[in-house]
Nanobody, 121 residues
Framework: QVHLVESGGGLVQAGGSLRLSCAAS????????MAWYRQAPGQTRELVAE???????NYADSVEGRFTISRDSAKNTVYLEMNSLLPEDTAVYYC???????????????WGQGTQVTVSS
């Protein structure tokens, strides 16, 4: 079994910063990619940032230049550094990972439980 556990959400004023963390644990053979998504009330879940095994990163246009995704492969952890936060960044942030487990040796997509980020104006 594989689990993703997020931390670091909270309440911050506009212009402030937060750092999210997501640690993968369990029967992991290899992590192919890790990403952050977010979902605001009444809206669909959207990709915020992703990073692949080769170190490539991709960002949503709305966060480009403000957010930075990074990964510590030794710790199976992905981070999202969020700067210059805006009220429209308010959402539940979900960690996502495509992981090959040592149980099935087949890539499968896993999700964290979500962490609330609220940016006040």
């Amino acid at each position: 079994q594989v689990h993703l556990v997020e931390s670091g959400g909270g309440l911050v004023q506009a212009g402030g910063s937060l750092r999210l963390s997501c640690a993968a644990s369990g029967s992991i053979f290899r992590i192919n990619s890790m990403a952050w998504y977010r979902q605001a009330p009444g809206q669909t879940r959207e990709l915020v940032a992703e990073t692949t095994t080769l170190g490539r990163t991709n960002y949503a246009d709305s966060v480009e230049g403000r957010f930075t995704i990074s990964r510590d492969s030794a710790k199976n952890t992905v981070y999202l550094e969020m700067n210059s936060l805006l009220p429209e960044d308010t959402a539940v942030y979900y960690c996502n990972a495509v992981i090959i487990s040592s149980s099935y040796y087949y890539p499968y997509e896993y999700w964290g439980q979500g962490t609330q980020v609220t940016v006040s104006s």
